[in-house]
Nanobody
Framework: VQLQASGGGLVQAGGSLRLSCAASGRTFSPYAMAWFRQAPGKEREIVAWIRWNGGSGDTYYADSVKGRFTISRDNAKNTVYLQMNSLKPEDTAVYYC?????????????????WGQGTQVTVSS
């Protein structure tokens, strides 16, 4: 499967962005999907995770984004989204979508074997 992330950009603190990740080739259903991010000088970290059916209770958020970010997916469109509200300067990073090699609730990047190219999000203060 190939993943194409888009939607990043420059936004002021308090603003919003919506990232999209489109899958081509083999579909990503019924796999869970995740968004990671990597800030300059820092390790890549998970931001959010969603099970393939994406129902309530089937998501995970890092504490730093809980209540501000929402992950969702449209399996008919082979697309996963990350709605980011109330953005802060510390959210500045390159954001990646990823698919795990084995389906499951994986929170570490080593469990993911398909990655999008990354989309830059910059939040100004």
């Amino acid at each position: 499967v190939q993943l194409q992330a888009s939607g990043g950009g420059l936004v002021q603190a308090g603003g919003s962005l919506r990232l999209s990740c489109a899958a081509s080739g083999r579909t990503f259903s019924p796999y869970a999907m995740a968004w990671f991010r990597q800030a300059p000088g820092k390790e890549r970290e998970i931001v959010a995770w969603i099970r393939w059916n994406g129902g309530s209770g089937d998501t995970y958020y890092a504490d730093s984004v809980k209540g501000r970010f929402t992950i969702s997916r449209d399996n008919a469109k082979n697309t996963v989204y990350l709605q980011m509200n109330s953005l802060k300067p510390e959210d500045t990073a390159v954001y990646y979508c990823a698919k795990p090699g084995v389906n499951g609730r994986w929170l570490r990047e080593r469990e993911y074997n398909a990655w999008g190219q990354g989309t830059q999000v910059t939040v100004s203060s």
